[in-house]
Structure formats: structure tokens, C-alpha cells
């Protein structure tokens, strides 16, 4: 049986293309062998240069399944499990996922590919730190700044695999349900499953000393490579809310986000207005100042088929969209103010307007918030983290901490920017879920919604008119059923005995 990298004696590394002599990719991924492994630890260049892969990596045409490039296609497949975003019932990619299959299935693509590549990603950041140090007196800034990057992707990568592949975090408990194997080094032993508690443990461990290391840093090559590909020290404070969130420590997701915030706008971050709001997402980075952390695929670097927009985007001629533009569930539309400048994301009645190639009836709710730059153009910027994400957290942490007039506050700071109209006028329970309408409105389609859900301990409830239970399979998913879990990978169960599972 084949196992994965990360327990196999042959570790698999990012290779920079300077070192291979391929300019078609940034970077590569090779299995490591001791010249290509001393090449990248053979300067601190090399290891900047390595890191930068790591963030290439994070959109790419990696693994078997077009509809998986990467965090992007990671991010589809979770929104595919919410009740938020559905499609018209002839659209097959991650249908598997809206109808709660295809993760339960330890052989599924849209099961192993995640667990496989947030691993990788984890043994190539432990290959950095593992190397980093000797170059502390080298260049103290670039060490820490590599450093620090590499603690963040670490935890994100550990992050995402312990929400997606175990039970959810409770705060007050001691969360002592089986989580996933905590990797801090590049040994590639067979390891068991930490707890629950262990992996936040470490994801905090991670970036708090992360958070202390990039405070001071400027990425180096920020003249020629945006700063926002980068890990920064607003977003590792945005990443230390959202980790948080999940753990429901609410006092600390509202200081964590307040200082991603702050630290945010300090480098010119501002919340999307007006005409902003339609660039349609693949111009993010260049058509405003929303985005903290990102993605942005050059024209010669295009991921085709793996592309966020092949499959999120309304406009793109590709299968996915001809046959399903993904819609809004109508529930959710109707929680929209007639005011708001957001409507103007969705299509209520689903009109064939700007879509030639399109092959299905019209469909309510369709998408018109993720838009390729055009039918044949898939490459386009995704945004990891924005800065409207960080003022819906540390809205919600406050209000759930009872601090309803500073929520208000912060709320309203957001919302007149979306809706010119908006008065935040409620307070306790009501506050809330305000709040949490605003979050699954603004952040729709961005893979939020279902670890939203999760973490609050809330069922999947699908309402609306354009729910088709023929297709999607499911309409309501009770908080605590065993779906909440992808399950654990078949390969890595064959490949590494102490693997066990608590399902």
C-alpha cells in the first residue's frame, strides 16, 4: 500500500526552480535525497526562497482531482457541506461533498488530498525551522521573519486538519477526544493521535512565538513579491482569532483581532466600499485594500481547471459552471436588507445575463460574487484572509462576551460600508445572531459557514425554495452526528500503525 509523505523514509521538500532550471513553476516538489536537501538549507536565501514555495504551493494543479487545487478547492468542499451554497441539480464536481459522502469515504479524493497536503505543508515547514537557527546571527530580521512564517503555517496547516478530521473543540471540557498526530519535527515515524487539546495546544504554542517573531518583520522581497503573500504580524493576530473562535475563548479572539485590525490598518488595510464590492474577487489585491494574506496567480503560472474560479466564479467556461452556477440558499438571501449594497451578489431570479455558454435553466440565487476576469481566464486572486473577516470576530466575541455596546460599535463600523442604512440597535441574543447573519452574508463561498456550524455546536439547516433534495441528499444534518468528521484516510491507516480512530 502506498503511504504518505510524511511516513516514508523519503521526506518530500519544496525545491526552488532555480535549482532544478525550470521557470515554467515557482518551485517544485521533490522527493528529498541528500543534494537537493543540502542545496536548500545551504543558505538563508534558500530557505526565504523554499517558504515562498510552500506559499505557491498553496494554489496549484497538485494532486488527482481538478476540483482540488489546493486551499482554494479545500475551501469549496467545506462551503459544500454548509447551508449556504448549493448549485442547480446537473453540476457533479463536490457533489459528493453537498450531499455529506465523499468525506465520510476514508478512499475519497476529497478525503485524502487535504490530509495529504496540510501534511506536507507541515513537514516543509518543520524542514525550515529545523535549519533556520544557524542562521539567527546571520540575519536576525530575515531569521525571525522565516521563522515566525513557518510557525504560522505550521498552525494553520494543523489548524484546518483538527477541525475537519475531529470532533470540535469544547471549551470548558478537556477535550480529550482523539485529534490528529501533532507533527513538530521532520521524523516521519508512525505517530498516534494527539487529543483534541493537545493540537490547540500546539497550534497556540505556534502562533504566540510566531506573533513575537513577525512583529518587527518585513518581508524582504515585498518590493517584488507582495507583502500579502506572505505570513505577516496582522495576520498571524488574525490567525490567533480564529483559532480562538473555535476554542470559544472569546476574550482572547477579540484581543487577537482588534490587534490584527489595528495592525492592519497601519499598512493602509481599509474595508471594501461602493464600487469595490463588485470587482468579483479575482482583482482583489489590486482593486482594493481588503486583503491581508492572498494568492495572486500570474497570467503564466495559470492553474487551468484547479482554479478557484472554474468552480466558484459565475462567468468561467468550465463544466462546473455551465451545469451548476453555485447559488446562494434562499433562506440566506431573504436575510438580506433590502439596502444592502451585497445583493447585488446573487441573482434572485437567475437570469442566462452574461452567460453564453450556459447549458441549464435559470436557478434563483445565482452567484455573481466570485467573477473570473473572463470565460477563458481562470487566473485570479483568492484571498486567504480579509479584513472584514477580523471585524465580524471580534464583533461576535464581544457581543458573546456580553459586551453588547462595543459589538455595536464595531458591527456598525462594518456594516455601513455594505449597507449605507444600517443602525445596530439590537443587544444580548438578538446581538448575535445579527452578527452572525452579517458573517455568512459577507463571507459566503470564502469557507467559513460550516466551521461556523462546527464550532458553535449548530445543525445544517438548508431552507429555501432552490434546496433540491434529489440532488443535494441532505437538508438537515443534526449538530454531533459522526459527518461532522472527515473520516480518517484509508492509506494513512494501512501506512501507520499506531493510527486509531475513535469513530
Not at 470540535?168 to 515515524?189: D, T
Not at 449548530?458 to 432552490?466: A, D
Request: contains cysteine.
Amino acid at each position: 500500500m502506498k503511504q504518505f509523505k510524511y511516513t516514508i523514509s523519503s521526506l518530500c521538500v519544496v525545491i526552488v526552480a532555480l535549482f532544478s532550471g525550470c521557470s515554467a513553476d515557482y518551485l517544485e516538489t521533490a522527493p528529498t535525497n541528500k543534494t537537493s536537501e543540502t542545496t536548500v538549507y545551504a543558505s538563508i536565501e534558500n530557505l526565504r526562497m523554499a517558504l515562498n514555495g510552500i506559499h505557491r504551493k498553496m494554489v496549484s494543479q497538485d494532486g488527482s482531482s481538478q476540483g482540488m487545487g489546493g486551499e482554494p478547492g479545500y475551501i469549496v468542499c467545506r462551503e459544500s457541506l454548509g447551508d449556504d451554497v448549493t448549485w442547480y441539480s446537473t453540476g457533479t464536481w463536490h457533489k459528493d461533498m453537498l450531499g455529506w459522502i465523499a468525506h465520510r469515504s476514508a478512499n475519497s479524493t476529497y478525503n485524502y488530498l487535504p490530509w495529504r497536503y496540510y501534511y506536507r505543508w507541515i513537514l516543509n515547514a518543520n524542514f525550515i525551522l529545523e535549519n533556520i537557527d544557524q542562521y539567527e546571527d546571520t540575519n536576525t530580521s530575515l531569521h525571525h521573519g522565516l521563522k515566525g512564517e513557518a510557525l504560522c503555517f505550521r498552525a494553520f496547516a494543523h489548524f484546518n486538519l483538527v477541525q475537519m478530521y475531529a470532533k470540535r473543540y469544547q471549551a470548558g471540557g478537556n477535550n480529550s477526544q482523539m485529534g490528529v498526530p501533532v507533527r513538530l519535527s521532520s521524523e516521519a515515524s508512525p505517530m498516534a493521535r494527539n487529543t483534541v487539546e493537545e493540537v490547540y495546544n500546539s497550534i497556540n504554542a505556534d502562533l504566540d512565538l510566531a506573533i513575537q517573531l513577525l512583529e518587527e518583520y518585513e518581508p524582504e522581497d515585498a518590493a517584488s513579491a507582495d507583502r500579502r503573500n506572505h505570513f505577516t504580524r496582522e495576520t498571524a493576530s488574525g490567525l490567533k482569532a480564529r483559532v480562538a473562535l473555535a476554542q470559544q475563548d472569546y476574550a482572547t479572539a477579540a484581543i487577537a483581532a482588534d490587534a490584527a485590525i489595528q495592525k492592519a490598518k497601519e499598512q493602509g488595510y481599509t474595508l471594501m466600499k461602493g464600487d469595490e464590492l463588485y470587482h468579483g474577487f479575482a482583482t482583489i489585491t489590486t482593486s482594493t485594500k481588503e486583503t491581508l494574506w492572498g494568492a495572486m496567480t500570474k497570467s503564466d503560472q495559470t492553474v487551468y481547471f484547479y482554479s478557484f474560479y472554474a468552480y466558484m466564479s459565475w462567468n468561467y467556461n468550465a463544466t462546473a459552471i455551465r451545469t451548476g452556477v453555485k447559488s446562494i440558499g434562499l433562506g440566506t438571501y431573504e436575510l438580506i436588507s433590502p439596502t444592502d449594497l451585497r445583493l447585488a451578489w446573487w441573482d434572485p431570479t437567475g437570469s442566462k445575463d452574461d452567460l453564453p455558454n450556459a447549458d441549464f435553466s435559470p436557478y434563483p440565487g445565482q452567484n455573481r460574487k466570485f467573477r473570473a476576469n473572463s470565460l477563458g481566464d481562470a487566473v485570479g486572486d483568492y484571498a486567504f484572509m480579509r479584513i472584514a473577516e477580523l471585524y465580524l470576530t471580534k464583533a461576535e466575541a464581544l457581543a458573546r462576551q456580553g459586551k453588547d455596546a462595543e459589538a455595536q460599535a464595531v458591527l456598525t463600523e462594518f456594516a455601513l460600508t455594505r449597507d449605507p442604512e444600517y443602525k445596530a440597535s439590537n443587544t444580548g441574543a438578538a446581538l448575535v445572531e445579527e452578527i452572525m447573519t452579517q458573517r455568512r452574508i459577507e463571507l459566503w463561498g470564502e469557507g467559513f459557514r460550516w466551521y461556523d456550524l462546527k464550532r458553535l455546536d449548530m445543525p445544517v439547516k438548508r431552507i429555501g425554495s432552490n434546496w433540491d433534495i434529489s440532488f443535494c441528499r441532505e437538508l438537515d444534518i443534526p449538530a454531533g452526528d459522526i459527518r461532522w468528521q472527515y473520516a480518517i484516510p484509508q492509506e494513512e491507516l494501512d501506512a501507520n500503525p499506531l493510527m486509531k480512530t475513535n469513530e
